[in-house]
């Protein structure tokens, strides 16, 4: 269960079943007037570009053989004498049939407006319930915010994204995301996020979405295009978007010549043109009759592994073949992979995630002489920099052992630590193996 918490400079809280951000108090602003729009989704695939030159004839003849399914919401179509397939998400074929809509409302005080926001409002409410219902409406009433609202026919609002744009900085802040519970997995979420970075691309100059993830929302967003790794300038966004305790900051970056809509098609056929190219210099798509030596299954005998046909001409080698047989990870890299995963989505692992800030933190490094994190612990683990179980263990108390040397016994750090290092040991305790290691 996520606490919702809030910081002295700044408004920022967290909750189950949805996505928060935090709204810092600000005077600079940009400006937003009131707008409302419905937005559309064109299931045409030639409306997204798909390479910097263009599509060729050849997948444009592709698209426009495109058929659709209706009763499988599945399209057909067919590149270089073969058929590929793509299956549309619920939300797609909802939208198509007419049943949803998209609208992009904010505060002018018109009836059906209101109606909408409020609809956000009440969804993110009960999605985000730690959150106080306050400071939801008065983001979601905000009129420097804009709203985008997934709405059934006539006008029942069953998700949405509330967000703040900075049009002269090029940026818009994503402060809430959220799906009623009735109305998850059928797609929403991922449509609803293409639908935003479409509408806001083609109606503003913003090139960037800002948003702070709690623990539960980092793999959604990660699913949507963004990333940990924060590429654009600080001085752009400090100041509009605060750091706060718990928070991941996460970036997306738009491409413009993309229309997001599609993409799921644009990489269907980007596919369909590698294998293209690549049956030109391969012959890894001829399908070969079988061996006539696996016939008499009671005399098997020795093949020459050069006379099966087609191997010679892959470029094997005998070489190669001892490679491919030769371990790739040590015999305890996959519970250490599980194990530390189970760690990093741990309510209380969010402190350990990433190395102590240098600038936050300016005493940290001369107390703890050999710091320890998460993130570390995963490159180390994936450069196979652990040979044995106990090294990993080790850096485990590490990292717990280094914040209540720093940290006070009656601080959250301290125990936050104490939370997972209890956790870690009884996850090791249930693996008979390494249950002898537990201190």
């Known amino acids: 269960m996520t606490v919702a918490k809030r910081s002295a400079d700044s408004e920022v809280w967290e909750g189950d079943g ?3 951000a935090k709204k810092p108090k600000l005077d600079n602003v940009d400006s937003v007037s009131g707008a409302t729009a419905t937005v559309t989704g064109d299931s045409t695939v030639g409306v997204g570009v798909w390479d910097s030159a263009g599509p060729s004839r050849s997948q444009t003849a592709a698209l426009s053989s495109t058929i659709d399914d209706e009763g499988k919401g599945i399209v057909k179509f067919e590149f270089d004498g073969i058929e590929y397939k793509f299956k549309e998400r619920a939300s797609v074929i909802e939208e198509k049939e007419g049943k949803i809509e998209f609208r992009v409302v904010n505060n002018d005080n018109t009836k059906e407006n209101m109606m909408v926001l409020t609809g956000l409002k009440n969804i993110f409410q009960k999605q985000l319930p730690k959150m106080p219902k306050e400071y939801i409406a008065r983001l979601v009433y905000d009129r420097s915010h804009l709203s985008m609202a997934v ?3 006539p ?7 509330t967000y703040r ?3 002269q900085r090029e940026f818009a802040e994503i402060v809430f995301c959220a799906i009623s519970s009735t109305e998850q997995v059928r797609g929403y979420g991922a449509h609803l996020m293409n639908h935003l970075k479409d509408y806001v691309k083609n109606t503003s100059p913003i090139k960037h979405f800002l948003t702070y993830a709690d623990n539960y929302a980092i793999g959604y967003f990660k ?3 963004f990333t940990k790794e924060v590429t654009l300038d600080k001085t752009v966004w400090m100041g509009y978007i605060k750091d706060y305790e718990g928070g991941t900051l996460m970036q997306c970056t738009m491409l413009p010549r993309i229309r997001y809509l599609d993409a799921g098609k644009i990489l269907l056929l980007q596919e369909a043109a590698l294998r293209k190219k690549i049956r030109t210099i391969s012959q890894s798509h ?3 009759a079988g061996l006539p030596q696996f016939k008499d299954l009671d005399n098997i005998k020795p093949i ?3 006379s099966i046909p087609g191997l010679r001409e892959a470029g094997w080698t005998p070489e190669m073949d001892e490679l491919a047989q030769r371990p790739k990870r040590g015999p305890h890299h996959a519970i250490m992979q599980n194990l530390l995963i189970e760690l990093q989505n741990h309510a209380a692992a969010w402190p350990f995630l990433q190395p102590v800030n240098k600038e936050e933190v300016p005493d940290y490094y001369e107390f703890i002489k050999e710091p320890m994190d998460l993130s570390t ?3 180390k683990l994936e450069n196979d920099k652990y040979e044995k179980m106990e090294e990993f263990i080790r850096d485990v108390h590490l990292v717990c052992n280094n914040c209540r040397l720093y940290n006070g016994e009656n601080t959250s750090y301290f125990k936050y630590a104490n939370r997972l290092e209890k956790f870690f040991n009884n996850k090791l305790k249930e693996i008979p193996e390494y249950a002898h290691l537990v201190d």
């Open 165 to 167: 744009p900075f049009d």
């Open 223 to 225: 699913k949507q295009g």
């Open 155 to 161: 006008l029942t609002v069953v998700g949405g994204i």
């Open 286 to 288: 001829v399908v070969r």
């Open 304 to 306: 020459d592994p050069m």
């Open 377 to 379: 612990m995963e490159v």
């Open 151 to 153: 709405v059934r026919k």
């Open 18 to 20: 949805g996505v928060a």
